[in-house]
């Protein structure tokens, strides 16, 4: 009975494509069913051998569902995607496929289907059911479907908030932030205790950097749910942040119990706990979150800041091992690994640890290769850790030992770390003798943290910029580990005094430690309205911490990613200073020139820092030649105010297009002779 009833359909189907015989097929097939005890379906196809006015589309429907019926299912599907073809909108069908692709497990084509049916007949769906399609499709990343489907929700139903919080949820995908905010808002409306739409609010002003707006939103959400792990978590996020150790500690302490499986979370919490000097809860938490997500390398670098102030310079050695194997690229390492090897050179002695380490090396096989050893030791020479380079051309030279030029190399890193260790006793002699002369404490600051020795640079520092005059440094508590500014102050304070307490906006290109900006936003930009505008690649921890302290940080505009990119699109005649300390390679210095002279007002002030500079890495990039260069170019519209280490020169005229000149060589590239003074044009 099976095959005749199939043989029946497929006379059917034969006779609409041939267009004879259509009645007589739909009789016969009328009779068979009946005979089945089908009898809906026998009196619907008897119905259709007597109409005058076939509708083949109907047909088609009709014969899938018979064919669904017996879960034929490819034979179904084919029979209404033929439907489909004479009538792509025919709601039916579209709904009909739907069904059998939720038979078959297929749930995007089903979801696909049934959002098809639902457009051509809205009244289908009640506004529950467009709010479950919408969910549906917004798992499958369809959301301007899903957006479709909220909106049909609220249009049928006002008050429904939960379809008014997917709506925010699916705008905040498509990063259309005012449309989500706009819906949040709405879900608080009518349900002021929603407590994720709190959160949601949260993570949008998160995004524009409203980071106490942020965290209010995010305690808000956790009052009114005590578990939400997720608020829990970015409320930590945010207090660490804004370096609120005390605040952020217990919230961190809750997100971990929350998300015991989340290496952020214990992240956090060992961060926090490491501010607050708490070292051995803070490895456990840093050492979880490790073993968690083992490819994160800011946690070893913590880990390793952990072991190396509880003076456990073997195991510091190791974790920063790990690092250098995982990203050796990476500048921050140097100084921190160099100190932990240069403090076991100190216990053990240079020759036993070199020997020791050549036996139980912490690197992996494909590591201790001597072109690894000497790449690592060029390294740390780069960065002035001359004893942790002598160790590693050590090693390489253990395997290569009649490699002469590497003999030279390693003798010279020996030479250079013993020479330091002389200028570092004869810098502490000297201010003993003489504990007024500032200039001593800054360059013995400097000299220590290049080694490593931050606490002691950073008390030095602070000593010597409070003889210069800048008494808020210490009781803001800045923290400065280098000094490569505070000389340049006397002459900043004589070309820069008409902008004090003035609404003035300054840029500067370049930031590192923030030292020059907390000196303008202490000294120069005292006026309400001033502002300052910072250019940087990333903004250190240091930098956000130490802007913070001088209690004028609103009037800071950060701006992240590459001078170039972002001097380009910012506004002309707009800023009263202009600071350039970027990149010190001559081209770099000569391009930031130029953008930045169309930014600056007439009557205005643009600084280049380290006109004396020498990188002997990069020859015939000296800083002064990209500096002059400019200078060669502009030279009919400024004036030179001040050269010294640092040039001054005030814009005269407005803007016009910049030609580049060929650079001149005012001294042979081999030359020891000094650095050539500018004239005053």
Known sequence: MVAQLDNAMTACEQALQDGLGLAEACRALGYLLQSLG????????????????????????????????????PAAIATYEQALRLNAKDAEAHRSLAGIYAQLGQRQEEVAYRYRAVVLKPAWATPSNQLTLGNALIQLDKMPEAIDCYQRAIRLQPDLYEAHYNLAVAETYRENWQAAKQAFQQVLKLNPNHAESHYGLGKLAERTD????????????????????????????????????????????????LNPELSWAYYNLGYVLLKQQ??????????????????????????????LHQKQWEKATAVLMTMLQMQSDLAAIYPKLGYALRAQADQLGLKPMILAYRQNMPLQAQYRQPEFYVEIAGKFMQCKQFAAATIFYSLALLNRPQD????????????????????????????????????????????????????EAVELHQGAIVMRGWRAAAYRNYQFTHDWFTHNIASWETQLQPYVNQPVHGLEIGSFEGMSACWLLDHLLTHPQAKLTCIDLFFQESFEAN?????????????????HQILAKLPSETYDFIYIDGCHLADHVRRDAELAWRLLKVGGILIFDDYQYIDGNHPGQETYRGINAFLETAKQQLAVVHQDYQVMVRKLKLSRKLVAKPTKTLYPANSKSDIPVLINS
């Open 547 to 563: 802007v913070r302290l001088t209690g004028s940080a609103q009037k800071l505009i950060k701006q992240i990613g590459d001078s």
């Open 38 to 73: 089908w009898f809906r379906e026998a009196v619907l196809w008897q119905s259709r051998s007597v109409e005058r006015q076939i509708n083949p589309v109907r047909l088609y429907t009709d014969l899938g569902a018979l064919r669904a019926k017996q879960r034929q299912w």
């Open 210 to 257: 409203q980071l106490k707006p942020a965290a209010a939103y995010y305690w808000r959400a956790i009052q009114l749910n005590p578990n939400f792990a997720a608020a829990y978590f970015s409320l930590g996020e945010i207090l660490v942040r804004l370096r609120y150790w005390d605040k952020a500690l217990p919230v961190c302490y809750r997100a971990v119990q």
């Open 404 to 455: 002469a030029d590497l003999r030279l190399k390693a003798q010279q890193a020996l030479a250079e770390q013993k020479q330091l260790e002389r200028e570092i006793a004869d810098h502490r002699l000297q201010i003993e003798q003489n504990p007024g002369y500032h200039w001593l404490c800054s360059h013995l600051g400097n000299l220590l943290a290049d080694q490593g020795e931050l606490e």
């Open 278 to 307: 708490n070292w051995r809860p803070a490895f456990a938490a840093l050492y979880r979150a490790q073993k968690l997500n083992p490819d994160f390398v800011w946690t070893y670098y913590y880990l390793a800041q952990v072991l």
